[in-house]
């Protein structure tokens, strides 16, 4: 029996799952964030050229640990001609993530920024769902 060839669907499930957050290394961000002037630390969690997705460790000494997935997604690429159907893909995006419970934010250079604070035991699931919904054809996780 032939191997079947891997569908839209498994390829984004893979390269979301070699994204996945090291959460061994989530200590060494929580120092960093200890010790920074601003008491906050940031790492990317993956990026291609119309998106980056990373997660914001806040440690103030006066207050609990938090943590946020900060997405930034480019709505309209630099110098192209805008499409429906690109459009349409990033309208998908940014439904899905305020419908998860993201804010957002818009800048003057057509990025958006998507914020949202979660606990720690939700970190690793969050940013796989967020890519696989950011890298998906259609803007929608199947």
Same mark, same amino acid.
């Given at each position: 029996?032939?191997?079947?060839?891997?569908?839209?669907? !498994?390829?984004?499930?893979?390269?979301a799952k070699e994204e996945?957050?090291?959460?061994?290394?989530?200590g060494s961000l929580i120092s960093l !964030?200890?010790?920074?002037?601003?008491?906050?630390? @940031?790492?990317?969690? !993956? !990026?291609?050229?119309?998106?980056?997705?990373?997660?914001?460790?806040?440690?103030?000494?006066?207050a609990p640990i938090s943590f946020r997935i900060e997405v930034l997604l480019q709505i309209l690429a630099k110098d192209t001609q805008p499409s429906i159907a690109d459009l349409e893909r990033m309208h998908n995006i940014l439904e899905n993530l305020t419908k998860r419970? @993201?804010?957002?934010?818009?800048?003057?250079?057509?990025?958006v920024t998507c914020e949202r604070a979660l606990v720690v035991d939700d970190i690793d699931n969050e940013c796989?769902?967020?890519?696989?919904?950011?890298?998906?054809?259609?803007?929608?996780?199947?």
């Open positions: 029996m032939a191997d079947k060839a891997p569908t839209d669907k !498994a390829e984004d499930e893979t390269k996945s957050l090291d959460l061994a290394g989530l !964030a200890r010790s920074s002037e601003d008491h906050e630390a @940031y790492r990317v969690v !993956a !990026a291609r050229d119309h998106f980056r997705v990373g997660l914001v460790v806040n440690a103030a000494p006066d419970g @993201y804010s957002l934010d818009h800048h003057d250079s057509c990025w796989l769902a967020v890519i696989a919904i950011v890298q998906s054809k259609k803007g929608v996780r199947t």
